[in-house]
C-alpha cells in the first residue's frame, strides 16, 4: 500500500501551539495573536475548524452572557450561580475569571457578523433565561473560525494530534505535539514554545442510547474524542473532578436541546398520567443531599434525579407539555427553528415518528453519561487560577496553565469551571492564549525533542496499519483475526465495561467499589489488547487514537469514581455503597496524577475555596 511507503514528515516550528480549533481553540488563536503581533501561532485541527468542534452545526443560543453593560448580571451572581449547580464544587476564582470577561467575546461575536436576536423594545440581546441570548446560530462555528484563521500564521486542518513531546531536558515541560494527516497519512512534527490543549469533551465513552447504525448520534459531538485528557494525562498533567460526568434530560433518541423550550416557551414536564412528579421526589432528595435541594434554580443532576425516580417508580414516560405553547404561532415557530439552526436530527425523528409538538406531548429521556468542562459539569485538566484572583493553592504559574510548564488548557479541556458553554470556552481560549504568550515570551528559548522520541512516537502511531496489513493475511472472509482486533470493536468494549460497571444507562447509573475495581481489571485486559489494533486505512487509523484517548480519559474517571466515597451529583451517578453526599469528608476536588511508565495513579483531595461570598 502507497501509505506506508510514501509518508512524509512535515515538520513545523512554532512559537504558540494550539492543538484543536473548536470554541477555546479559536479563542485562544485569536488571543495570541493580540498580545504576540509577531509570534508564530500554530493551530493545528483533526477537522477543519470551519465547522469543527460541537458547535459545528450551529447553535441558537449563547449560555453565557452576563449583560454588565445592562447590569442584568455580574460575575459574581455566575460564580453562585455555577457553584449552586455543581453542588458547591467549582473552582470560583475560574468561573469569576471567565464571568468578568465573557461580555467582551460575545460583542466580538456580534462585530464579526453573528446574527443576535434584539428584544424590540429594549435594543438588548433577547434573553431565553437568565443567562441565556438567543442567537441565529447556523453559521456561529465559519463566523469564529474566521477571526481564528485571520490571526493565525498557519492553521492545519485534518491533523490528528496523538502524543504531546516534552523537552528532553525538562520532563515536566511542553514542547510540542505529534500526529498524522487524516488524508495523506503524512507524520507532523510540532515544535513549540507553549502548547495550548483545546480538543473539546468525549462522547462515547459510555455505552449510547443509539444503538447499530444510530450509534454516531449522541447528545455531544460524537467526534469529541477526549484528547483534551488522553493528551495531558499521558505526560502527567493533574486532572480534576473526573468522576463528574454529566447526563442531559433530553428529547428522546433525537438528543435535541430542551433549554430553548423550558426557558423561551415556558413549556413544562409531566409522568404519564399528565401528573407533576417533582415535588412528588422531594423527600427523598432531601434525605441524599440535604439542603442543597432547597437552593434556587435546582440543581441539574437534582432535577435529572427526581425524573429518574419517577420512572423508576412506574411512571413513565416523561413528556414536556408542547401542545400548550405551540398553540401560539410564534412559540411554535421558535420551537422548530430551535432545531433546524442546532439540532436538525431531532426535527427528523419527530417527522419519521408522527410526533407533531402542536398536537403530541414529546418524550423526554436522560442520555448516556459525557464527559466535559464546559456544560453543568467540569472535568477537565487542574489549571493554575488568575494572578489577582486565584488563593495561593491555586496558583503556581501562568493562568490557565496546568501542572505540566508550558501547556495550557481551555473550554472542555479545564477542570473545575462548568457552564462556560461556547461563549465562555472561546473567552477561556483567550485568557490562556494570553497566557501562553506570557509564558512563552518570559522563557524565550525553544526546548529540546529528543529526535528518538520523535522516531519511537511515529512508529507507534502507525503500528495499527501494520498491525492490520499482516494480520489480514491471516484470514480470508470477515472482520474476525486471530491477531487483531478492529478500533469499533475496541470502542464498544469500552462502552460496555463502562456502562455496566461505572454508572452508565443500563444500570440507572449506579455503581459502587466492588463493581469499580473489577472494571479497572478489565480495563487492564482492554488495555492489553489494544496494543494489537489493525487500522485497515488512515480513517481507521484515526479511529484507533481516538479510542486510545477515550481509555485513558476513562481510566481517569473509574480512578475518581472510586476514589469520591459519596454520591455528590444523584442523578449523573450513584455509589450504592455512599449514597449520600457527605459534606464533612468531600467538600474537596478531587485531583488524580498518571504515571505513564509505572502506569500507576496517584490520588489526593484539594479544598474548595469559597471566594465569592
Ligand atoms: C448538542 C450541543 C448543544 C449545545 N448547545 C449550546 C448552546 O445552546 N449554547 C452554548 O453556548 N453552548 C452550547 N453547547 C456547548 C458548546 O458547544 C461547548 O461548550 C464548546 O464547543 C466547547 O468548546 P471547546 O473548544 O472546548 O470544544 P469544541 O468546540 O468541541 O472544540 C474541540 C476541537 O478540537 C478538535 N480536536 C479534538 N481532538 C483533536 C485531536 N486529537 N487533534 C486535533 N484536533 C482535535 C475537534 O475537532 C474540535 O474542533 C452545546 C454543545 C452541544 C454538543
Sequence with gaps: MGLLGSRKTIRVDADILVVGGGMAGCGATYESRYWGRDLKVVCVEKANIERSGAVAQGLYA?????????????PEDFVRYASNDLMGLVREDLAYDIGRHVDSTVHKFEEWGLPMMKDPETGRYQREGKWQIMIHGESYKPIVAEAARK????????????HLLMDSKNRNRA??????????????????????IAAGGASHIFKPRSV???????????????????????VGAKMTQMENRIVLTRFKDGYGPVGAYFLHLKTYTQNAYGQEYESKWYDDTKALVGDYVDRHPVPTCLRNHALLKEVANGGGPIRMVTTEAFQDPHKEQVGWENFLGMTIGQAVVWASQNIDPKHTNPELTTSEPYVMGSHATCSGAWSSGPEDYAPPEYRWGYNRMMTVEGLFAAGDASGGTPHKFSSGSFTEGRIAGKSAVNYMNDLGEMPQVDEAEIKRLEEQIYQPLENYRVGRNEIVAGTVSPSYILPIHALQRLEKLMDEYCGGITVNYMTNEPLLTRGLELMEMLKEDSVHIGAEDLHQLQRTWEFKHRLLASESVVQHTLFRKETRWPGYYYRGDHMKL???NWHCFTLSRYDAETRKWTMEKAPVYHIVE
Design 62 to 74: 449563547i449560555n453565557c452572557y452576563m449583560g454588565m453593560r445592562w447590569n442584568e448580571n455580574q
Design 212 to 234: 447499530g447504525e444510530g450509534m454516531g448520534r449522541t447528545w455531544y459531538a460524537p467526534w469529541s474524542s477526549a484528547s483534551a485528557y488522553g493528551l495531558p494525562i499521558q
Design 175 to 196: 514542547a510540542g505535539a505529534v500526529g498524522f494527516n487524516v488524508r495523506t497519512g503524512d507524520f507532523y512534527v510540532f515544535k513549540a514554545k507553549a502548547v495550548v
Design 582 to 584: 457527605d459534606d464533612e
Design 151 to 162: 490571526a493565525a500564521t498557519e492553521v492545519h486542518n485534518r491533523i490528528m494530534v496523538t
